[in-house]
């Protein structure tokens, strides 16, 4: 199984970016993704997600600004994430499980690499 993120960089506060979480190795079809950051120095913090359903989450902090959509004829996920804040400045990580998506690190079986997000004021 394999997740891969992209799609990061350097933008300016109020910038847009869109992350992408591409992912083999299992039934995408099937599977929930969520996406999380990690800032230096603090734990994981949840960001959102998107059920096999295509029902979505988010996390107060993001949600109005973010959004979440699946490909899965590319077996792709997509974070459109708007309005960029400094506080949005982490490395953003993708995950999956299997059916509804979950809030928490240890619900998710399978993880990708991060992809750095800078929000630069």
């Known amino acids: 199984v394999q997740l891969q993120a992209s799609g990061g960089g350097l933008v300016q506060v109020g910038d847009s970016l869109r992350l992408s979480c591409a992912v083999s190795?299992?039934?995408?079809?099937?599977?929930?993704i969520g996406w999380f950051r990690q800032d230096p120095g603090r734990d994981h913090e949840w960001v959102g997600a998107?059920?096999?359903?295509?029902?979505?989450s988010y996390a107060n902090s993001v949600k109005g600004r973010f959004t979440i959509s699946r490909d899965n004829a590319k077996n792709t996920v997509y974070l459109e994430m708007n309005s960029l804040k400094p506080e949005d400045t982490a490395d953003y990580y993708c995950?999956?499980?299997?059916?509804?998506?979950?809030?928490?690190?240890?619900?998710?079986?399978?993880w990708g690499q991060g992809t750095q997000v800078t929000v630069s004021s």
């Open positions: 995950a999956a499980r299997r059916g509804s998506f979950g809030r928490f690190r240890n619900d998710y079986n399978y």
């Open positions: 190795g299992l039934a995408f079809n099937n599977y929930a």
């Open positions: 998107i059920s096999s359903s295509f029902t979505t």
